[in-house]
Every structure is written in C-alpha cells, then in structure tokens.
C-alpha cells in the first residue's frame, strides 16, 4: 500500500487494544481519512505524555505516517476539554463506536459521517432520552455507507407518500402500500415522513423509528451482534436502587 501521512487531522478514538508490551492500537475515526488504524508506541507507560490524551470521545488532533495497513502516531493533542459521558449517555456513545467500527472500513473518507458522530456526542452530552440522537445517527451512518433509507416515496406507485396511509417498509427497496403485502415493518405515511426530517420527539415516532432501524440495521449486519445494544437493553431494564435518606 502507498504512504499515507496527516498533520494534526481532526480525530476520535474509537477503540484501544494493548500492542506489545507498552504500546496500542487505535481505531480511529478521522475527518478526512475516515477509519485509521494506528500505532501508538509507548503510549501505555505510565509516563507517556498520550495517556491523558488518547481517550474515546475526546476530540482531539493526531499525526501519523507509514505504509500498509496501520499508521504509526506521530503526535496527538486534545483540542478543548469536553464534559464526561455518564450513564446511558456514556453507553450510546459506545454504542455509535460500535455501529462505526462494523460498518465503515478502514481508508474510505466519510467526512460527513464525522460531523454527524461529532454532533450525536453534543447531543447525549445535554442528558436526557438518548434515543434521538442515536436514531439520528443511525439515518446518517445508512446514508453514508450507501443503504440510505427512502422514507419520503412509494416505490410500488411512484408516489409521494400519503400521511393517512399505512405502508409496509421493504428492507432495499422503501414503503409499500401495506395492502400489496405483509411484514413486520409496518408504519403510517405520517411516521415515516417525521423519520425523515428527524422530528423524533413524539414518543410514538421514536419507538417506529426504532423498530424501523433495528431491522434495517439487522439486514445490513448479517447475523453479527451489537454488544453495547445488549448491555444497554440490560440498564433499562435494571431498576435504580433506592438512595438513603
């Protein structure tokens, strides 16, 4: 492979795995090369001036060169400090690293898809329903790698789609009047078109856009499974523990 080499590129780290007995791998999501995997040596001694700053979902800058298939680090820097993920947030942004990490390969720029994972970590660090952001994300991610979702037209008819009608949404393909066949992914005109301007703030809407992208999701990943979905699913549905008075 040729010579790739960055200065200072606009990053996050997706993930790190130890590499010998003092270094890393990182998984990278970088503005204009896309995923990178690089090699930062040294970078797990106690003394090393990246430890602080090689940390997921922090915003930071990195340089890196070299041939084939991981890069070696050059130099990396934080750009300005971000509030900590907790929580349910804390796992939804785990949750898109995954998401990112299965559909996006190594050397295919998505600087769209940056911004959006840049925007989604501004929305679960306001609190609250971390749904939305994630639902957002997931329409994004879809586009980007080339599955978008036609939620706007009836492709039996060749027609906008119809608010009072109810279609059947066919995974490749789009809506369907639901009377022209059966399946579980049916939604209301109405829905569909709130998904597609990304108005999610009727629960409703939500839980269908949800229901919607899980399958979508499911066909695309071809039997592998989100741990992070898992783990999330498990804190919902784990009562909070009454605090002392």
Known sequence: MS????????AF?????????TSQILEVLANEHGRVGIVARGARRPASRWRSV????????????GRGSLQTLR???ATSPEAALQGMALMGAYYLNELILNFI????????LFMAYAQALDELRLGGDPEPALRRFEL???AEVGYGLNLDHDVLNDVALDPQR???YRIEHGPVPAEAGQGVLVLSGLTLLAISRG?????GVLQSAKRLLRGVLAHYLDGRTLRTRQVLASMRRTPVAPQPS
């Open 3 to 10: 010579a790739a080499t960055a200065e200072f590129e606009a």
């Open 13 to 21: 780290i997706l993930h790190a795995r130890p590499y010998q007995e």
């Open 54 to 65: 090689l940390q997921p979902f922090q915003a930071v800058r990195l340089s890196w060169g």
């Open 75 to 77: 130099a990396a820097e």
């Open 105 to 112: 390969r190594r050397g295919d720029p998505h600087p769209g």
């Open 140 to 142: 994004g991610l879809l």
């Open 166 to 168: 109810t279609y059947e």
């Open 199 to 203: 108005e999610l703030s009727d629960p």
